[in-house]
């Protein structure tokens, strides 16, 4: 039986559509072993800890964060790569948390990925045809000459010609082994696809021939995406809404437009700072907030806020007890804009904010705009810092 839905997750329940996937409090830890006789169980790196999330049918959900703060762990959990620790899955109203065998292999016919590498995601032995049609014979989809056209149509969807079937991988480009890729993805008419980071790993004009190609599959095919990525301005273009992840945990999730136009979470207003605005005059009044500090290890997460190590807000209102001693709840600060932050509200306003988001004034916060935050940011708003957040771009 599904559990109630939470509206922090995505549309109420009598909203249209209904979510195709969501996961309630998933957590997965990976073991830490010692010995070399006799392996112990010394502690659990906390790659996924306490993610909830819905996917409406036919939306498009961006996962963004730092490189190791899980999104590629919760996508591959939320395809059931892996078992998780803790939490459920729930798939167009199935619950396949613990599904095996012949269950979970009838549910991985409608999900699909897409992976991040093109080069180390294709089986160099087998040709273009045999890898796009390898998810027709597991799943025993047709037959022979049946499959050979349907392979062939496959790669007429994805703008490549049907004869290149009978090459193999180290005979195309980047873009191509992508391409194949999400052929692949294709084969057996998945209704979620999830995308892992499917264009970091190419040249700058092949990124946008893919996305384009996304898009334009989504409408003809009615899928839904996860799209996992570290460059913001490609996931502000593709998603419908964007959640913001930092050490296992999201930390903020709103409506791509919203999340650009009005940050709430000290993280999310740094991540932004590092992405570009293509107007000079607006780019030089934006200064890059840079982060202090290392990331903390995730078999080691600090307590309270996880973000209280590195956050500027925490040092502006003179590092308050909340954020080292409770754990910020995910709230809903406006419709269907949720933060995890005690001090969300002081936020609003602020000199980084206005900066980063490219306006010339903002809503003043309760706490921080109102007490001339605004005046210490603007003797540094043409000083622009080339240094990037932790390879963020």
């Not at 790659?47 to 996508?75: F, P, Q, R, Y």
């Not at 194949?180 to 696809?193: M, S, Y």
């Not at 296992?248 to 999310?268: F, N, Q, W």
């Not at 269907?336 to 005690?342: D, E």
Request: proline share 7%.
């Amino acid at each position: 039986m599904t559990a109630p839905f939470d509206p922090q997750l995505g549309a109420g329940p009598s909203a249209a559509p209904q979510p195709l996937i969501q996961v309630e409090d998933l957590k997965m830890y990976f073991p830490i072993t010692s010995g070399v006789l006799i392996n112990r169980h010394v502690g659990d790196v906390h790659a996924v800890d306490g993610v909830s999330l819905a996917i409406n049918k036919g939306e498009t959900v961006g996962l963004v964060g730092e490189s190791g703060c899980g999104k590629s762990t919760v996508g591959r959990t939320l395809l059931r790569l892996y078992r998780p620790t803790a939490g459920r899955i729930i798939f167009d109203g199935q619950d396949i948390t613990l599904a095996e065998g012949s269950t979970l292999r009838a549910v991985r016919r409608r999900m699909q990925m897409i992976f991040q590498d093109p080069y180390s995601s294709l089986n160099p032995r087998m040709t273009a045809a045999g890898i796009i049609s390898e998810p027709l014979e597991i799943h025993g989809v047709g037959v022979g000459r049946e499959r050979r056209e349907r392979v062939r149509a496959l790669l007429a969807t994805v703008g490549m010609d049907p004869d290149y079937g009978d090459r193999y991988p180290h005979e195309f480009s980047g873009g191509q082994r992508q391409r194949i890729g999400v052929a692949r993805a294709l084969a057996l008419h998945p209704d979620l696809i999830v995308a892992d980071e499917p264009i970091s790993a190419l040249d700058v004009s092949i990124q946008a021939q893919v996305i384009n190609l996304l898009e334009r599959l989504q409408g003809e095919f009615g899928l839904t995406y996860l799209f996992i990525a570290h460059d913001l301005s490609v996931v502000r273009h593709i998603s419908d809404r964007i959640a913001v992840m930092y050490l296992g945990k999201i930390v903020e999730m709103a409506g791509s437009r919203d999340l650009y136009e009005r940050p709430l979470h000290p993280y999310s207003i740094a991540l932004l700072s590092a992405v570009p605005i293509p107007d000079p005059k607006v780019e030089g009044r934006r200064r890059r907030i840079i982060l202090t500090g290392d990331v903390p290890s995730p078999s080691n997460p600090p307590s309270g806020c996880r973000f209280h190590t590195r956050c500027w807000l925490r040092e502006r209102l003179s590092n308050p007890e909340p954020c080292v001693a409770e754990e910020p709840a995910l709230r809903e600060m406006a419709t269907g804009h949720w933060v995890a932050c005690h001090f969300a509200e002081e936020v609003d306003g602020t000199a980084e904010q206005v900066q980063v988001t490219g306006r010339r004034g903002g809503v003043a916060g309760k706490g921080l705009a109102a007490a001339g935050a605004g005046a210490t940011g603007a003797a540094d708003a043409g000083r622009i810092q080339p240094v990037l957040i932790d390879g963020v771009s």
